[in-house]
């Protein structure tokens, strides 16, 4: 069975989108408000409320302003904690980190439940007219000079202008882009998970502040393990991590359900107060093991019309607070880069070969220096000093910098796509076909090597480990 993508508008591209996250949902949207023509597979038949938290920087909540109504219901849902509460494994308050000034400086942030806040964003990509075809498994990915496109489990090929592999670490689009299969690897860490209703939270009096005047972020650091609770809602849910070592093997599944008790294990010892809230935890836990790729030598197709975005390119790690973030910005990217498709260069079909390309260019170097940001706040808080914390507890804080987070993607694209174009079609080396290493130097981000600050405080071979390090998710 075959059928293509329908006809688009004629100034708009046929953009096939395959996994409906918030990579691919928001490539999607970003698309069809650009007047592509998008269609967009998802395996699963329904959509259900899965997760926990999940937390999107005002970089990517810019995005979210753009789309009528979106913000506001966000809003709703969000943690609105005025601060994050920063202590010893003992339950010694070190600092209370606040989000005020941020706020004024760089934006809005969005926290909340993960299923709560997909539900909207797919509700509004059905609003604006998004072909969303569930329960679509890819088997295959294939491409030529003049179209790409996907073969279902069922057998039926979908073809298009471009494909967009959104699917996540395992997407078989890697496979196309790679020129072979690579498999994750155990990082020697997972989190265990939880979200529950905070009505038994409430009732004790030892935890109730949790749930008294608004919302609360509190976080508990250990030697290589920390805890982070929060209350949700304005009091109404709770949540919380627990990021640990851990040495499973994994295969095919990094999502388990563990008993209660083996978070007791790793958090025996603790604050009371960790105690108390692992007491009012139903079980069992999600175990969700982090697992991570060797960085991609690149994101794209030797033809230039299959991408992969998200997840399914760079996988974060949770200390970043910016996998979600960072996959949004994808979209946003691409679907500017598709717009100036529509005017088709010399020599091209249809211009997205081009666009897939300059994507690429725009995106790497910002994505593989925020990749970093992660490892660096695993290792300020995994490796404490708590002596010397109590002399500087500013040490322990969050990084949260502009070159991170005061960032608009679609402007910045907007902006710089013309440049970046003409290098990568100025370069002896293959043109559009060849590395795209010359568009990529073009946008080394400030924070090239990740924070700044924790650059500055590290020797040159510190900051070469860490720049070899694989990245994780």
Known sequence: MSQSV????????????????????????????KGHSVTLLEKFPQLKLLGDIISFGPNSSRIFQRWPGVSEQLDALSQRADGLVIKSWLGETLLKQTWSAEQESFGIRFDGHRGEFHEVVYKHALEIGVDVRLGARVEDYFENDDEAGVILESGEKITANVVLAAEGVRSRGRKIVLGYDDKPKASGYAVYRSWFDADEIAKDPDLRFFTDNGDKHVAWLGPDVHFIAASVKNGKDFSWVCTHKDEQDIEESWSFEAPLSDARKVLEGWDPVVQKILDKTPSPLIDWKLVYRDPLPTWISAHRRIALIGDAAHPFLPTSIQGASQAMEDGATMAVCLSRARAAPVGFTDGVQEAVATFEAIRYERVRSAQKTGEQTRDIWHKADFGAAKKDPQSLRLRREAWLLDFDAETYAEEHYAETADVLRNNPDGGVFGDTAPGRRLHVPEGKEGYLEYNQSQTPADVGASAARPVAV
Do not use: N, S, Y
Request: hydrophobic fraction near 45%.
């Open 6 to 33: 329908p006809p688009p508008p004629k100034d708009g591209v046929h953009v096939l989108v395959v996994g409906a996250g918030f990579a691919g949902l928001t490539a999607a949207i970003e698309c069809q408000r």
